[in-house]
């Protein structure tokens, strides 16, 4: 008996039949399913099998529920018919979680501990979104394969498989050669090899240890005492990383951050002070003032800071103990000048008033008009004494 004793499976085919897939080709795909089924351990309580076809659209041929024997799986097997159209592998992907894997189609409960398997058989590149419904499978727990020929696009089917990929991605030719890789998956599905099977409960990584295994953890995760499941390792603890400021733990990594005011350098480690009073980066009305990394706000002289500490407004000069001004105080923009009250002047220092002195002194043109004024007194007296003498001798 070449099938071999496998620990069950719900195993699950899904064939690409569009247009670029010839018909002589497909017949070849069906020939490969066919010596699958034979390899296994086909059974109700061993390996359920069932096959899904797609292209635009995509058609359950049979679920998990309908077949428990293999003359009735390769019978089936070989009346399936072409779509004929694109290629949306994502949708057949969404399918069979959304319509095969449910225990109304013949998926065993979880409880079983039953693996659950995609086999995708493809030979172009997807025309749909396949990257985060293949990565919601995987975190289903379903196991996926990818198999491409001749013009598939490998990076697709990178992206579809679960890890390792070495183990879980293959590529072909051409169909005709497709049957080889039919001894490859018996190798993989009746491996002593329990890590191969997918058949362990570790989250990360498998050991192998003989016909048992161990669990492991991807780097920067440490496994959790349960031995099953891992926790990313606190990069940022002391001594972990080599942040000059801020370490920002990352999912089992870290990236580095700087205080407010600083900025990263292009090592991606260390800090620099950033001039965070460049035009811009304030908003200080009038002057920004540096401060290890930070700023306060500033006023030009005759300005006062107001209570935002932002905004500045003039200042009043001439308020009380503002100025120097021993009597008046003129308020001039920013500035000021000094005067007096009347009948004082403002002394040499321009700040205090001196009492104004009335001068005695008359001026020239004054002076010859008192002369004159004297001049015709003295005539008028001397012409009255004269005509006084004369009527005093007649």
Do not use: W
């Amino acid at each position: 008996d070449t099938a071999c004793k496998n620990r069950p499976l719900d195993l699950v085919f899904i064939i690409d039949s569009s247009r670029s897939v010839r018909p002589e080709e497909f017949e070849k795909v069906k020939i490969f399913l066919s010596k699958m089924i034979d390899t296994l351990d086909v059974g109700e309580k061993t390996t359920r099998v069932a096959v899904m076809n797609y292209a635009s659209t995509v058609k359950v041929e049979f679920p998990l529920r309908t077949y428990f024997d293999k003359a009735s799986m390769k019978e089936a097997v070989s009346h399936i018919e072409p779509l004929s159209a694109g290629t949306m592998t994502g949708l057949a992907i969404q399918t069979a979680m959304d319509e095969v894997f449910t225990e109304e189609m013949g998926t065993r409960p979880a409880s079983f501990n039953i693996p659950k398997v995609v086999i995708v058989v493809t030979d172009g590149r997807p025309q749909d979104q396949v990257q985060d419904v293949a990565a919601s499978a995987r975190t289903a727990g379903i196991e996926i394969y990818a198999v491409g020929v001749d013009r598939a696009d490998m990076q697709s089917l990178r992206i579809m498989a679960s890890e390792p990929l070495d183990e879980h991605v293959f590529y072909v030719e051409t169909y005709g050669v497709i049957e080889k890789l039919t001894s490859k998956f018996r190798a993989t599905f009746c491996a002593a090899n329990v890590c191969a099977l997918g058949t362990h409960d570790c989250e990360q990584v498998c050991v192998s240890n003989g016909g048992s295994y161990l669990c492991d953890c991807y780097e920067g995760y440490t496994l959790n005492p349960d031995k099953r499941t891992c926790s990313a390792v606190d990069m940022c603890a002391p001594g972990r990383h080599e942040c000059d400021q801020i370490c920002v733990s990352n999912n089992g990594s870290y990236v580095c951050e700087c205080y407010e005011g600083y900025t990263l350098n292009p090592d991606k480690k260390t800090c620099s002070a950033m001039d965070v009073c460049a035009p811009g980066r304030h908003d200080c009305a009038q002057v920004c003032l540096s401060n290890d990394g930070s700023y306060s706000c500033g006023c030009f002289e005759g300005y006062t800071l107001n209570p935002d500490k932002k905004t500045c407004s003039a200042v009043d000069m001439c308020a009380p103990g503002r100025h120097d001004c021993e009597q008046v105080c003129v308020r001039d923009d920013l500035f000021y000048t000094c005067d007096c009250y009347e009948g004082y002047t403002l002394n040499p220092d321009k700040k205090t008033c001196s009492r104004a002195i009335t001068s005695s002194l008359v001026t020239t043109e004054e002076s010859c008009k008192c002369e004159a004024i004297a001049a015709l007194q003295d005539s008028v007296t001397s012409r009255l004494e004269a005509l006084s003498t004369k009527y005093i001798l007649f």
